[in-house]
């Protein structure tokens, strides 16, 4: 029973992390209809602002933890006016976009490993808050990470009022309307070039709150980009374009990869995770919570 | 109030403005008729910002349009799209909510609501639907009445009648007589030039990228050589 | 004679213009977006080195059993994921292509994660070179027939291709078995050429490289494909000395060609004679519609 | 092999400067510079009564198999070196046996400890591929015999990289190794490469309650292994492998790994590497890597093998090679009959405080 | 007059909403019959019924006498049903020929291998492929735009090609879907003559979709009207123009002209 809690926080503390940097994807998804490959590596950068803020510059967390936010919001903006911009203003088909997305990657990759380094970085617990600092809260014999708390909380946080701005507020509906049809939200007024913007921007500050989220729970590393595949998948499995389904893709994900690795084996781990994926889709082709209505002839 | 001096617009290598020049008075209806292709789209996304001009200008109100079409709707000049550009991922009530994105008027907005069901009581009934599952002419109601929500002075209509049932044909004739009455200025495009004509003050003529006639819609009307080209041997009003 | 060097680059362009011709038919051609295809590479791979190491049976029998095997896992994979659409089936397929590296990671018969060592050295460069020219033959041909025809209608257009009498799941199954067998074949010259493998070589980066290559060199274009691959395994070549900026490049060089040309290197025109008179012949096409209009034109103005 | 056109001896050198293990590509890359520019300054190597300036040519491999292959061809057939250097990973050091014995370029790998690197699947020797480390097999023997007997744990625990060879290799090993001794392996667990998050597995590891846990992984893996398992409460001693020694190692665990052990080919704090660790200090204003002390000796030995055999040829070189005899800061090397280090000494080292303090070491433990 | 196509109670529900309510009308062999309904009566969906894009939720289709209901859309194509798009759904970025030559495919049957290896069928299935196509655009006068790509064509030739490539796979009955939308009374016209002309030449039976009554009266034989989905009238034009219920909700009465 102990052994199951534990898989369960486990889990539940995986899965808000990949909920935090799927969201992003499917943000963008919603609005451009293209997987933004490039978003990992937006997620890395955030992670490196909030480490160089905290150690290099000596700020303090929270300013950090806001520069990172601030900086990949910046570094996702500018990746959409350089390099999908212009493929945007050609209407060019969504392969072309994931291209795009793959190769600035892998630009920016490899950029950090030339200049920074490949070596990996932590954040020195001494500077971090103590809500974030490693050690564990203890009941009985369950151990909850205070970082795992915390960062529930901080996910839960940023989701739901994400949640509520795209739903309940006329900017979220009019991204919503960009989302579908940039020429007729242009014609209600709305500026779809800052839409997209501010689409990017919320997507790259939520990257660079998970970015330093993940760096702080592990470590801080230019392939950091990579990991960020899984709640790709997270997102897919919860329907793209749909952030509850993100949400909700992510939890039921990490649950899985959670008890396939503590009760069946660590090896079929990322089998079943795929497996599962692939079912999924043949079943509900469109995601847990995506729409797939019949094709409108 | 809108006054076009010798536009022209070209696609690549197509040209399908060659120097358009038109006016459009506060308060009146102007209509645009003329052949598939003959730019009379082109005109309309134009004037919106949709595309850059090679040469010429658009003045409206005194201001001279640039290409940011979010920025001339701004300016009270709202444009009902050729085709069914509605949200199809939205709710029939967000579509019509986002017509007012502009606006502030909370009361008046709400009145503007009761009004459009009021014409549309089909778009009352499905308000909860997407969009994009409605009917092509349930879209084209629901364009006509997101248009009707943004309150521009100013209303480009490109074809509303594209596609509807000749009953709802007459409806939407009859909403543009009263949006004018409103206080609206409209310059409408049309394929159905009868009733365009019907409707409208006045019209110009476009053929290939050119105006090749203007004047008062009864004129042109009596005209028989448009008569011949665009308004068909027999009558082309509704029922047969 | 050449340097082992320099051919050994023509032998990995060949084996990777291979794979990638086959992922032209399914992506530039049928409009299918593959991110698993390193997944049929490996099967290719593994199954042709069984051949030849376990089995000891011919070489152009394990290089035909990969071919098949590819083909045959590729059958499967499509009746189960070709109902998918735009993303959904890449994310499907990237899903395949892990779970086949993360299986063969397991199969300690065949050398599991650690990899399989000294196999035989079988393929030459003459092997490639005759195998690669057959290829851009054979998807030529495949290409300008019904079947290509069907294939690029369903790219352009899926329900009206339908409406026209189009077995669609049909000519996407072809695609992506035709697509799998090319890559079963490139896996195992692959492996008889650098005698060693490994679950890693096939991952992810792998596919999503030879997806580069397609797009890179102009989806829907035999030629771009040819190009594509050509530049874009050269590159790195020539950037070796770069040490840690040659990824940089060449991601630069991804992004730069997209933006600056995105209809890729080539986009849709064919460097043969019949494609430059096709493009020709639709440039007078359009001059004389253009002429008509004018012409109509000066005659009302008149 | 090539006759030098000017008069310098080129040696060739791979390894992964970009990619997952850059940081040990970086680092070899970094010695065998500053080793070729000692040699220069120092007026260059005498070979058979004529002096050679010594030039690296170094290509990045990306860690990957196919990529060192290219290089491997590229080195051998248009840089035309007389012996390379490197590469780190047994990944990459498998596949381009072929091409060194086909081009009879001799080449010393610097931390490629899978058997399979000199000696093919069937037994047979390759004979241009040599090392100047030791192997997993005799790394295996060592870390169980230091669990077992100098630790007295009884049952251990495995945690271990699924898809990485020197992961799964070194476990296999450990295990049979310690079982023979009379221990038991309760739990054997795995990851994938790359991945951060590593509860799941531990937490099984945990309800097993080993004495003691094997982590055949790289440093930051290790780190964070090690940081994890004190969150869920492990309090049990790791053990490691030649992965773990990191200038970085202490610092990406904190204290998490306080009072632990792991096998290493020297004591990278101790007397012989000294000189060296001073000087690439001074140099890069960065702590050497356990690869860098490698790669050293690597160099050396074919420096070594080149002087013994007054010749620039391939041939002669591996000749030499195969009798090489000579102190380096890792220690003893003598190569056996199969082109490894015979008898190769390997050191027990502990984790105390930010430092690593050596523990034992033990000498061809049969 | 035997028929050709006939639906019987056919229901269609998308959730909750019904679509298609109970509908059962006769298409007769060889004639052309108009479906018309104001908008949103459900009359694109009962073609996308008949051509199997939707699945029927209750009632049959018989083609000559078969169901084929359930049947996958490519099969039905090839029994001989084939249709044009309320929005027109050409291959965009193929030529005007390639689209024709396209749709030929069914007429030649070789296959897989025969391509690759460019045997004799080959050669001579394709040439008559190619014969045919050209003869389709000729009797549809695009011979003149057969190498521009499809989506540089004018709006109204676009309509046409979407005719053209339906007719290349020889269809017995052919369904078109607002043909004339955004077409203005003098193309109307000329629609309404090519439509009668196909018919003859091809031996066609036609079911078209129109609002423009001009067309719809002009040519039809036999007209069907749906409203919200249920049947509200079948007969001859005549019949429906004078039908007080058709008038109502769809013609509505005429009004006074503007006088000037
Ligand atoms: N995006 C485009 N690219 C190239 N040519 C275009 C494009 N849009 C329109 N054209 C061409 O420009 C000319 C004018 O088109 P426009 O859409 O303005 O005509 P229209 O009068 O509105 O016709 P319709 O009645 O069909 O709506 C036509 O020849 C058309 O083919
Ligand atoms: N895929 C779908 N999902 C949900 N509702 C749908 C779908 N397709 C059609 N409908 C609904 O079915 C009804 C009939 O639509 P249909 O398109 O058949 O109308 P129509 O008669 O062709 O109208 P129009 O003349 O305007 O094109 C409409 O109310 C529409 O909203
Ligand atoms: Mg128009
Ligand atoms: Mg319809």
Excluded at chain 2, 207 to 232: F, H, M, N, T, W
Excluded at chain 3, 199 to 225: A, E, R, W
Excluded at chain 3, 265 to 283: D, L, N, Q, W, Y
Excluded at chain 5, 14 to 27: E, H, I, P, R, Y
Aim: charged share 20%; glycine share 10%; proline share 4%.
């Amino acid at each position: 029973m102990t052994q199951f809690l534990q898989q369960l926080i486990n889990g539940l503390s995986i899965g808000s992390i990949y909920a935090l940097m799927a969201v992003g994807y499917s943000l963008v998804y919603s609005i451009m209809n293209f997987s933004n490959f490039a978003h990992g590596s937006v997620i890395m950068l955030g992670a490196y602002f909030g480490f160089f803020s905290l150690t290099t510059l000596g700020m303090p967390f929270g300013i950090a933890f806001f520069i990172a936010a601030c900086g990949a919001g910046f570094v996702a903006v500018t990746l959409e006016r350089l390099a999908y911009k212009p493929l945007r203003d050609r209407r060019a088909p969504f392969l072309y976009f994931i291209i795009t997305a793959m190769g600035a990657s892998i630009l920016i990759d490899n950029g950090v490993i030339a200049t920074i380094g490949p070596t990996p970085k932590t954040f020195p617990p001494e500077l971090l808050p103590s809500y974030l600092q490693s050690g564990s809260i203890q009941i009985g014999t369950l151990g909850i990470g205070r970082v795992d708390i915390a960062m529930f909380v901080i996910t839960a946080v940023c989701l739901v009022a994400l949640i509520l701005f795209i739903d309940f507020t006329k900017m979220g509906k009019a991204i919503q309307a960009t989302a579908y049809n940039m020429k007729a939200s242009a014609l209600m007024g709305i500026n779809p070039n800052f839409v997209i913007i501010l689409v990017f921007a919320i997507g790259g500050a939520l990257a660079g709150v998970a970015g330093v989220l993940y760096g702080v729970k592990y470590q801080v590393f230019p392939q950091m980009s990579s990991i960020t595949l899984k709640s790709f998948i997270a997102a897919v499995f919860g329907g793209l374009g749909s952030l509850p389904g993100a949400l909700l893709g992510s939890l039921l994900l990490a649950l899985i990869e959670t008890f396939v690795s503590g009760y069946i084996s660590t090896q079929l781990r990322d089998i079943f995770a795929f497996f599962i994926l692939i079912a999924m889709l043949v079943i509900r082709p469109a995601g847990i919570m995506g729409k797939s209505a019949e094709d409108k002839a | 109030m809108l006054s076009v001096h010798e536009l022209h617009v070209s696609y690549g290598g197509i040209k399908a403005l060659r120097g358009v020049s038109m006016e459009v008075n506060q308060g009146e209806i102007v209509t645009i008729i003329g052949a598939n292709g003959a730019g009379k789209s082109t005109m309309l996304n134009a004037i919106t910002g949709f595309l850059k001009p090679a040469k010429g200008e658009v003045i409206f109100n005194g201001h001279k349009l640039g290409r940011n079409p979010a920025a001339i709707v701004k300016l009270g000049i709202c444009h009902v799209p050729e085709g069914r550009l509605v949200f199809a991922n939205l709710s029939v009530q967000d579509n019509l909510m986002l017509g007012a994105y502009l606006r502030k008027d909370r009361k008046k907005m709400a009145e503007d609501l009761e009004k459009v069901f009021v014409l549309f009581p089909r778009l009352k009934e499905r308000i909860k639907q997407q969009a994009g599952t409605l009917s092509g002419g349930e879209q084209q109601m629901l364009a006509m009445g997101r248009a009707l929500m943004t309150d521009g002075e100013l209303v480009l209509m490109d074809e509303p009648s594209l596609g509807l049932a000749p009953l709802l044909v007459k409806t939407v004739f009859q909403i543009i007589k009263e949006i004018r009455d409103l206080g609206k200025t409209i310059l409408l495009v049309e394929q159905n030039a009868q009733k365009a004509l019907e409707v409208a003050d006045r019209a110009y003529v476009l053929e290939q990228g050119r105006v090749v006639k203007e004047g008062a819609a009864c004129d042109i009307q009596s005209d028989p050589a448009i008569r011949a080209a665009y308004l068909g041997s027999k009558s082309v009003a509704g029922g047969a | 004679m050449l340097s082992s060097y320099f051919q050994q680059i023509i032998v990995l362009v060949g084996i990777n213009m291979i794979a990638v011709l086959g992922l032209s038919i399914l992506t530039g051609f049928t409009g299918l977006f593959s991110f698993g295809h390193a997944g049929f590479m490996a099967i290719g791979a593994y199954i042709a080195a069984i051949f030849v190491a376990r089995l000891h049976l011919p070489f152009w029998m394990a290089v035909a059993a990969g071919a098949a095997g590819a083909a045959l896992v590729s059958i499967v994979i499509g009746g189960l994921t070709l109902k998918l659409k735009g993303d959904y089936f890449c994310i499907a397929t990237m899903g395949f292509g892990e779970a086949v590296r993360i299986i063969l990671n397991n199969i300690e018969y065949v050398g599991g994660a650690r990899g399989w060592e000294s196999l035989p050295q079988l393929t030459s460069l003459w092997v490639v070179l005759v195998l690669a020219v057959a290829m851009v033959v054979i998807t030529w041909n495949l290409i300008n027939s019904r079947h290509g025809r069907n294939m690029v209608a369903i790219r352009e257009e899926e329900l009206a291709a339908q409406m026209a009498g189009i077995n669609v799941f049909r000519y996407k199954m072809v695609a992506l078995v035709v697509s799998a067998a090319m890559a079963g074949i490139a896996g195992a010259l692959l492996g008889n050429y650098i005698q060693f493998l490994r679950p890693t070589m096939f991952n992810m980066v792998k596919s999503t490289d030879l997806t580069i290559m397609v797009i890179f060199g102009g989806l829907g274009s035999i030629s771009g494909t040819i190009v594509g691959t050509i530049i874009l395994t050269v590159l790195p070549e020539l950037f070796r000395n770069f040490a840690q900026w040659r990824l940089v490049v060449y991601g630069l060089a991804v992004v730069v060609i997209m933006v600056g040309r995105p209809q890729g290197v080539m986009g849709g025109f064919e460097m043969t004679p019949s494609g430059i008179r096709k493009h020709f012949a639709a440039r007078r096409a359009r001059q004389a519609l253009e002429a008509e209009l004018r012409a109509a034109e000066r005659e009302s103005a008149a | 092999g090539g006759a030098q056109k000017s008069d310098t001896i080129k040696i060739g050198w791979l390894g992964p400067q970009t990619g997952d293990s850059a940081l040990w590509g970086q680092a070899e890359y970094n010695t065998v510079k500053m080793m070729a520019d000692d040699y220069n300054t120092a007026g260059g190597i005498d070979v058979g009564g004529k002096k050679y300036k010594v030039e690296i040519v170094a290509y990045d491999d990306k860690g990957d198999s196919t990529e060192a292959v290219n290089v491997a061809k590229r080195l051998t057939s248009q840089d035309k070196v007389v012996a390379v250097v490197g590469p780190q990973g047994s990944g990459e050091a498998i596949p381009i046996a072929p091409i060194m014995n086909d081009a009879k370029i001799p080449c010393v790998a610097s931390t490629a400890t899978n058997p399979k690197v000199t000696v093919t699947e069937n037994g047979t020797v390759n004979p241009y591929m040599f090392r100047a480390c030791f192997t997993d097999p005799y790394q295996g023997k060592v870390a169980a015999y230091a669990a077992y007997e100098k630790l007295g744990k009884r049952k251990a625990a495995i945690f271990m990289t699924i898809d990485d060879p020197y992961s799964t290799g070194l476990a296999q090993y450990f295990k049979e190794s310690f079982e023979k001794l009379g221990g038991k392996v309760v739990e054997q667990v795995s990851y994938t490469s790359g991945e951060k998050e590593f509860r799941a597995p531990l937490t099984k590891i945990k309800a097993a309650n080993p004495d003691i846990i094997f982590i055949p992984a790289y440093y930051n893996d290790v780190a964070l292994a090690s940081k994890q398992a004190r969150d869920l409460g492990i309090k049990q001693v790791l053990l490691g492998g030649d992965g773990w020694p990191s200038d970085n190692l202490v610092q990406l665990a904190g204290n998490s790994l306080e009072g632990c052990f792991f096998i290493n080919h020297l004591d990278m704090d101790g007397d012989a590497a000294k000189p060296m660790r001073d000087e690439y200090m001074a140099k890069y204003q960065k702590k050497a890597e356990l690869n860098s002390y490698m790669v050293h000796d690597s160099l050396l030995m074919v420096i070594d093998a080149i002087q013994r055999a007054k010749s620039l040829k391939g041939e002669d070189i591996q000749k030499a090679l195969t009798s090489t005899d000579l102190e380096g800061i890792t220690g003893h090397i003598k190569i056996g009959p199969q082109n490894d280090p015979v008898g190769k000494t390997a050191w027990l080292i502990k984790i105390v405080g930010p430092d690593m303090k050596f523990q034992d070491k033990f000498a061809a433990a049969d | 007059m035997s028929t050709i196509l006939e639906l019987k109670g056919l229901t269609k529900q998308f959730g909750g909403l019904t679509a298609v309510n109970d509908v059962s009308f006769k298409v007769a062999e060889g004639g052309i019959s108009g479906l018309i309904g104001p908008n949103g009566a459900g009359k694109t969906t009962i073609f996308n019924l008949i051509t199997g894009v939707y699945k029927v939720t209750k009632g049959a289709i018989e083609f000559r006498g078969t169901p084929i209901q359930g049947t996958e859309p490519y099969l039905i194509a090839d029994k001989g049903i084939t249709r044009t798009f309320q929005n027109i759904r050409l291959f965009k970025n193929m030529t005007v020929f390639e689209n024709v030559l396209t749709a030929c495919h069914t007429s030649a049957r070789y296959g897989l291998l025969e391509s690759i290896f460019r045997m004799p069928r080959y050669w001579k299935q394709e040439k008559e492929l190619n014969e045919k196509a050209r003869g389709l655009l000729e009797i549809m006068g695009l011979q003149d735009r057969m190498d521009i790509t499809a989506n540089n064509l004018p709006y109204g030739l676009q309509r046409r090609l979407e005719i053209t490539r339906a007719l290349a796979l020889d269809p017995k009955l052919l369904l078109l879907d607002e043909p004339a939308a955004g077409m203005n009374p003098d193309e109307t016209e000329q629609l309404m003559r090519l439509i009668g002309e196909i018919r003859k030449m091809f031996k066609l039976s036609v079911l078209v979709i129109e609002h423009h009554m001009d067309l719809i009266m002009g040519v039809c034989e036999h007209i069907h009207v749906l409203s919200f989905g249920c049947t509200l009238a079948d007969g001859t034009p005549d019949e429906i123009a004078n039908d007080p219920k058709v008038v109502e909700a769809y013609l509505g009465s005429d009004e006074e002209k503007k006088s000037c």
